[in-house]
Nanobody
Framework: QVQLVESGGGLVQAGGSLRLSCAAS????????MGWFRQAPGKEREFVAA????????KYVDSVKGRFTISRDNAMNTAYLQMNSLKPEDTAVYYC?????????????????WGQGTQVTVSS
């Protein structure tokens, strides 16, 4: 399995930006679609964004379209989530995950490796 470590979370005011990073171990990073999920207090974990392994096909949940951008650098074994125009409702623990396929999946069940999560807090 791929080992994943997130970084870049923190406290930001509404309207601000953060960039999350997800560093992966192993030699097969480009074979895995990557995704970002989030879990707010008292809520279930939800899909945020995904990117395919090689072609860079991306998918987003409607609530972040136009504000968040997922990307990856296969040479650096790292995935990113650029978050702009942040809102208080974006407050959550954000997790990166690696899919069992190279596709950009939106289904949590397709992701077999997970990071430990990083807290993002957006103040109003």
């Amino acid at each position: 399995q791929v080992q994943l470590v997130e970084s870049g979370g923190g406290l930001v005011q509404a309207g601000g930006s953060l960039r999350l990073s997800c560093a992966a171990s192993g030699r097969t990073f480009s074979s895995h679609g990557m995704g970002w999920f989030r879990q707010a207090p008292g809520k279930e974990r939800e899909f945020v964004a995904a990117i395919s392994g090689r072609l860079g096909v991306t998918k987003y949940v409607d609530s972040v379209k136009g504000r968040f951008t997922i990307s990856r650098d296969n040479a650096m074994n790292t995935a990113y989530l650029q978050m702009n125009s942040l809102k208080p409702e974006d407050t959550a623990v954000y997790y990166c995950a690696a899919s069992r396929t190279s596709l950009a999946s939106t289904s949590e069940s397709d992701f077999t490796s997970w990071g430990q999560g990083t807290q993002v807090t957006v103040s109003s």
